[in-house]
């Protein structure tokens, strides 16, 4: 039996008047590397903000269990104390802010040589960017390097990732799979929100989502087929009117 060290139950969340996830359920593993997949509007990011805790999707129903423990009612800081983080999509930058002290302000060992390795860890000069600012000077791969350094200085029990793949080079994405590979050595678990197959393939379990619910989960080479336009039947509003919904 896997050791499950995150599970939702029967998490439903309205916003603007519209059910973004509903009735969702799902089991993570720990120590496991998992992909999130799914079209554009399945309810993928509402879900990792919901876990998070973030202002605008704390007014949930349903359960959210974190090593057994009810998260509902906890604010972002405790979730975040208990060893839950979450990468976005599209970094804050946090104008003027040192890069040494960004990755610092969460880091388990603030010493330099820990600073340092961080960096070097997503194959970024330490001597170069330390010093550096989080601004508009930095680009997004940039951004997206220095928030895994902060990351992996951290040290957490489960990271949610969204499109860990977005706005970076090939040569960048190549730095952030080894930084993932380094955080599943070290027994956190990873959750990647993605479109890509690149991606979904550095995983070791899929889950896949449609209109808020959870339509399928399994091995990444069964999930992968959803990428090849095998979508799994569904009685989804724009389903196709030559296919019967699934029963």
Known sequence: MEEVILEVQDLTLERGGRRILNQLSMQVWSGHVHALVGPNGAGKSTLASTIMGLSGYDDYQGE????????????????????????????????????????????????????????????????????????????????????????????????????????????????????????????TTVVMITHSTTVLRQAEHAFLMCCGKLIDKGAVSRIDGYFGGKCIPCDHQNLPTDQEPAR
Do not use: C
């Open 64 to 187: 959210i269990r974190f090593d057994g423990e009810l998260l509902n009612g906890l604010s972002v800081d405790e979730r975040a104390r208990r060893g839950i983080t979450l990468a976005w999509q599209e970094p804050a930058r946090f104008e003027g802010l040192p890069v040494w002290q960004f990755i610092a302000a969460g880091a388990r060992d603030r010493s330099e040589a820990a600073l340092h390795e961080a960096l070097e860890r997503v194959g970024l000069s330490p001597e170069a960017y330390l010093p550096r600012s989080v601004d508009k000077t930095l680009s997004g791969g940039e951004r997206k390097r220095i928030e895994l350094a902060s990351i992996l200085a951290m040290q957490p029990r489960l990271v949610l990732m969204d499109e860990p793949d977005s706005g970076i080079d090939v040569e960048a994405l190549g730095r952030i799979f080894e930084a993932i590979r380094h955080l599943k050595e070290r027994g």
